[in-house]
């Protein structure tokens, strides 16, 4: 088994949404952070990372959703914690933290995007769902199933 149950949840901060998910995976944090921040496996599951790789950095993402966006990283803390900030516009700057923790048959990883208005939650929600299954495939070593209706059927779910 490659990981557990994921959950997800939305809260508000200061007026802003944030998406937070969280799952368990069943490999090391190495394994689990190369996935996170290698660009050839990122694009395997997630998003096309060109750019400066280092803190400070300038990079351009292209995400299996079609987003493409100017972003930065702000945090690398190898095999721990990841934070890239996101320039959309002043109003719909976004920040996503990944944090690795490890835990008896395997790693945690939580990932928490903020800063966008209430009212988009449940798009960030239903994306977030999509990708850290896509996520899970690639660490069974499997391809990704199309994004899109896998997306719809969650946002479905979300706008309940």
Same mark, same amino acid.
């Given at each position: ?69 100017? &972003?930065?990283? %702000? ?5 721990? @914690? /990841? $934070? =890239? +900030?996101?320039?959309?516009? #002043? ?6 933290? &990944?944090?690795? %923790? ?5 790693? @945690? /990883? $939580? =990932? +928490?995007?903020?800063?966008? #208005? ?43």
């Amino acid at each position: 088994m490659i990981r557990t149950e994921q959950h997800t949840y939305v809260k508000q901060v200061d007026g802003r949404g944030v998406v937070h998910v969280d799952d368990l995976y069943a490999t090391d944090p190495q394994d689990l952070w190369e996935a996170v921040t290698d660009p050839a496996r990122l694009a395997q599951w997630l998003v096309t990372v060109t750019g400066d790789l280092r803190v400070g950095g300038e990079i351009t993402t292209a995400f299996t959703s079609g987003a493409q966006d100017p &972003a930065r990283i %702000t945090a690398c803390e190898p095999p721990r @914690r /990841l $934070v =890239v +900030e996101f320039a959309e516009g #002043d109003d719909e700057a976004t920040t996503i933290e &990944a944090t690795l %923790t490890p835990e008896a048959g395997g790693t @945690r /990883l $939580v =990932v +928490e995007e903020g800063g966008f #208005d209430l009212d988009r939650a449940p798009f960030h929600e239903a994306g977030w769902g999509v990708h850290l299954d896509d996520l899970a495939a690639h660490l069974r070593g499997e391809e990704c199933e199309p994004w899109k209706p896998r997306w719809e059927a969650r946002l479905q779910r979300a706008r309940l």
